[in-house]
């Protein structure tokens, strides 16, 4: 089982820019699919990025499209999401998930999620 430790979030200005990181533990990170997601307050956990095991194919929720940008480093074990042009419509928890398949993924391994506050 892969255990998933997200980092990187915070407050940051409407514009600003942050970028979120996500350990993974395990020598079977490479394999996954891996993925990001998000849930603002009072609201369910929507898709937000995703990225297939070798980086090659990505793929974006319509919203966060141009703004956003998913990577992976497969010999440090990390996921990452880039965030620029920040809105307060993007505050919420952002989780990171190991998915097998591609494009379609199933996720069934979740990190902690770290918060992530825009303000206008």
């Known amino acids: 089982q892969v255990q998933l430790v997200e980092s990187g979030g915070g407050l940051v200005q409407a514009g600003g820019s942050l970028r979120l990181s996500c350990a993974a533990s395990g020598r079977t990170f490479s394999t996954y699919t891996m993925g990001w997601f998000r849930q603002a307050p009072g609201k369910g956990r929507v898709f937000v990025a995703t990225i297939s095991w070798n980086g090659a194919g990505t793929t974006y929720a319509d919203n966060v499209k141009g703004r956003f940008t998913i990577s992976r480093d497969n010999a440090k074990n990390t996921v990452y999401l880039q965030m620029n042009n920040l809105k307060p419509e993007d505050t919420a928890v952002y989780y990171c998930?190991?998915?097998?398949?591609?494009?379609?993924?199933?996720?069934?391994?979740w990190g902690q999620g770290t918060q992530v506050t825009v303000s206008s």
């Open positions: 998930a190991t998915g097998s398949g591609w494009p379609t993924a199933h996720y069934n391994g």
